[in-house]
């Protein structure tokens, strides 16, 4: 190790411990403001819009995406382009959380006048609280940062740190007011890892006229033909609408092979009884875990009162990413 990495690493802790101070700072100013504030926003008629300009805008659009992502519909806006013309998306039924730290940003505080015009709440996120930005808010959420981890103490950098993470309790506890589950955050997030392993197998089973079945008095060749216009593999039976067997396509070459085929032979003569089925309710990752532990291709799919309404393909959750 060179004699200037040494001095790199302290500069460096130096800087994180900054940073833990003024998140220790932002912790212990917590009280009445952030409860009105959580109050105001689950209380919106319309979206929590997000304003800012520079560093704070960068950090306003993160704390945006992670209420959007938790359940509150919310927008950033950066304030110099709501100055011409994205002030129209801010109507009186939002509450609009604005962000700057020294309270006196231009671009933010020339909005403040006609965004109360227009009834929507202003909650502020600022350093100081007797600021512009700080008069004309309805809630003010102080960040007591006086030191930045910049050496110069000008490039924002605690102040920052400090604001972001006002963000996410804000967002947080009122995800958590909202009871928002793993199953809402995963509806938000489709493409997402999380997203894909909470999907059910309601959400990638074939139902309806795409359900093969044919009845337990069919001929073999109605069978084959339901599986063959399918294309799934399989052929369900029913008696009186319940499932009572199947036959697959491995079951069909067997029976070819036979050399003795009746192809009006009534299709339970050839079927297996009782085929495997799972809840719709059930997690994707659940169906692949039990295919694979039974080495089948396919899972009928009962609901509630154990009917059948579905089935489910080992290809069906490959393509949705279940692995």
């Known amino acids: 190790m060179n004699p200037s990495s040494d001095e790199w690493l302290d500069k460096a802790r130096k800087v994180l411990d900054i940073e833990i101070d003024a998140l220790k700072a932002q912790k212990n100013s917590l009280g009445d403001a952030f409860v009105k504030a959580i109050d105001t926003i689950l209380k919106v008629d319309g979206r929590l ?27 950033f806006v950066h304030a110099a382009e709501a100055q011409h013309g994205d002030l129209g998306m801010i109507t009186g039924h939002d509450a609009v959380l604005a962000l700057s730290h020294s309270g006196e940003t231009a671009e933010v505080c020339g909005l403040l006048p006609e965004i109360r015009r227009r009834g929507a709440s202003i909650i502020a996120i600022t350093g100081k609280t007797g600021s512009t930005l700080a008069r004309h808010a309805d809630i003010v959420l102080h960040i007591p940062v006086t030191k930045e981890a910049c050496p110069l103490n000008l490039a924002p950098t605690a102040s920052t740190t400090a604001t972001l993470a006002l963000g996410d309790a804000l967002a947080v506890v009122v995800l958590k007011q909202r009871g928002f589950k793993e199953e809402d955050f995963a509806r938000v997030h489709p493409a997402g890892s999380l997203g894909r392993k909470l999907l059910k197998v309601s959400d990638v089973m074939h139902q309806g006229k795409e359900l093969p079945m044919v009845g337990i008095d069919a001929p073999l060749k109605a069978a084959i033909m339901t599986m063959s216009s399918h294309r799934l593999g399989i052929t369900g039976v029913q008696k009186k609408g319940n499932l009572v067997g199947c036959i697959s396509d491995g079951d069909l070459r067997r029976i070819l092979e036979t050399g003795e085929v009746d192809m009006n032979a009534e299709v339970n003569r050839f079927m297996h009884v009782n085929p495997m089925q799972i809840s719709a309710e059930k997690l994707a990752s659940d169906a692949l875990r039990l295919m694979e532990e039974h080495e089948i291709m396919v899972l ?17 959750l490959l393509k949705a990413g279940i692995v």
């Not at 819009?49 to 927008?75: C, D, E």
């Not at 799919?301 to 080992?314: F, P, R, S």
């Open 49 to 75: 819009v997000v304003l800012g300009m520079g560093k704070s805008g960068i950090i306003a659009k993160k704390i945006a995406a992670t209420f959007a992502s938790t359940g509150t519909p919310a927008f």
């Open 300 to 316: 009928f799919v009962q609901d509630e009162k154990l009917k059948t309404i579905g089935i489910v393909h080992m290809h069906d």
